[in-house]
């Protein structure tokens, strides 16, 4: 490399390739760029202690910042796009008064297994700039030469379907993490929010009168006069299930235990949540008695998120 020259890393190219995707938007995230931050409590179940010595575990109310957003990295798209998909993100405020996060999405699992596969089928959906639209064979052939992709999209398509509510859409955080018990024993799983209310999607006439924001205004109405609710369930690997592939699905009936429930009870301002600094969601931010896997998508997230934060901020956003 010349004098003065500068390297591209591949968490730089994974967010370059998102926002052409996506368009460049000053200040928005390069995915989940349309949201809404609310407040409410976290309480962990009884069992959840047995199984972690995690401070969120223990049972005590714990304050909870929550992002409700739609996936798109395109600010302005509807809530009704039926690809777009949405997304939550939990922040839970512990006692010491450090926080550890949430993040997860309808998909059950990932549509690829490395950042390279990522940034690769990013790059096939690219628009081209002269009809606007991607090309799909070049879709096709990454599918093709990827098949855990098309397993991924079949599983995932019909959960990203618009639901009336966030509060009646699952969310899963398709990674494994380990729960670290009081003795040492790890138990290792994946976790999803499970709406309260159960999942309810819409009709398609329905999603074709529906406004551009109606999830955002659906949910404002919802905790203006309520709340709404999710239990935090996780689901025990079993042996040979794998721990560092978000893309393979756990077949078969599993052990599954409930962890805790979330209840959100109002809408706040983001900046108010963020006190200051961005609000960021970072799975890999934990707190002792709970461990992140190998999986190399997960390890990905936390640079690349990196890249984003900085281009927000650079942008005022």
């Known amino acids: 490399m010349a004098d003065g020259e500068t390297t591209t890393s591949l968490w730089e190219e994974i967010v370059d390739a998102l926002n052409a995707v996506n368009g460049s938007h000053a200040g928005r ?15 962990a179940s009884p069992e959840a202690a047995g199984l972690s010595r995690a401070a969120h575990l223990q049972g005590d109310e714990l304050r909870a910042i929550v992002r409700f957003s739609n996936a798109s990295g395109n600010p302005r798209t509807s809530d009704a796009n039926p690809i777009a998909g949405r997304g ?9 008064g450090e926080a550890v996060d949430m993040a997860a999405v309808p998909l059950p699992v990932f549509m690829v297994s490395t950042p390279e596969d990522f940034l690769e089928f990013t790059r096939a959906r690219i628009p081209d ?14 599918i093709t030469a990827h098949p855990e992709t098309a397993t991924a999209l079949q599983l995932g398509l019909p959960k990203l379907t618009p639901t009336t509510s966030f509060a009646t859409s ?12 009081a003795d040492g024993e790890t138990t290792w799983g994946r976790y999803s929010w499970v709406p309260v209310a159960g999942e309810q999607y819409l009709s398609d006439e329905e999603r074709e009168a529906a406004d551009r924001d109606y999830l955002r205004q659906e949910l404002g109405e919802r905790l203006a006069g309520g709340t709404a609710e999710f239990d935090l369930v996780f689901t025990l690997a079993a042996e040979g299930d794998t721990l560092t592939d978000p893309t393979r699905p756990w077949e078969g009936k599993r052990e599954q235990v409930v962890l805790g429930r979330l209840t959100v009870t109002g809408v706040v301002d983001e900046a108010d949540a963020a006190g200051g600094g961005p609000l960021v969601f970072d799975p890999n931010n ?7 896997s190998d999986d190399p998508i997960l390890a990905a997230r936390s640079p690349a998120y990196s890249v984003s934060i900085e281009r927000r901020m650079a942008s005022g956003g």
């Open 170 to 181: 699952g969310y899963n955080g398709l990674h494994a993490f380990g729960l670290v018990s």
């Open 88 to 96: 939550i993100g939990v922040k839970l405020q512990l006692p010491d």
């Open 286 to 292: 934990l707190t002792d008695g709970i461990v992140a």
């Open 129 to 142: 700039p002269d009809t606007g639209e991607a090309d799909p064979q070049k879709v096709i052939d990454f």
């Open 29 to 43: 995230r390069a995915v989940h760029a349309k949201g809404m931050v609310c407040e409410g409590t976290f309480a």
